[in-house]
């Protein structure tokens, strides 16, 4: 049974560290580089799209590397943190247009942030 892991320390700049130069180079062009929230926003949900595929290749050799018992523990251990992920980025709303952004950046911060936690454990 693998042993319990202390807490990883994540910083903000360990997590802004591992954003993908795509988004940087969406967000300083065309409308998005203008502040339109929908433009910005798309680039955001694209870059969700990018780290929840990292995370889930993180999270399934983390799977893979465990027997049925840890896998089950995990299993539920991550069904938890998406459900508090989502809760807490849903909080984070003001009715403005800047959820656009608002929301699904936190999205892609915590989701960054639990590849991190898992990548141990992922080998």
């Given at each position: 049974m693998p042993q319990e892991r202390p807490a990883l320390d994540i910083t903000q700049a360990d997590?802004?560290?591992?954003?993908?130069?795509a988004l940087e180079a969406c967000l300083n062009s065309g409308d998005a580089a203008k502040g339109v929230s929908v433009a910005m926003?798309?680039?955001v949900?694209?870059?969700?799209?990018?780290?929840d595929a990292r995370l889930n290749a993180a999270y399934k050799?983390?799977?893979?590397?465990?027997?049925?018992?840890?896998q089950a523990k995990l299993r539920i251990e991550e069904r938890a943190w998406i459900k508090r992920r989502d809760a807490?980025?849903?909080a984070q709303r003001t009715g403005?247009?800047?959820d656009m952004v608002e929301v699904p950046m936190c999205l892609v911060h915590e989701t960054v942030r639990r590849r991190i936690?898992?990548?141990p454990m992922a080998g």
């Open positions: 997590v802004e560290a591992q954003l993908s130069p926003g798309a680039c949900r694209d870059e969700l799209a990018v780290q050799s983390a799977m893979d590397k465990r027997g049925p018992a840890e807490e980025c849903e403005g247009t800047i936690t898992l990548q």
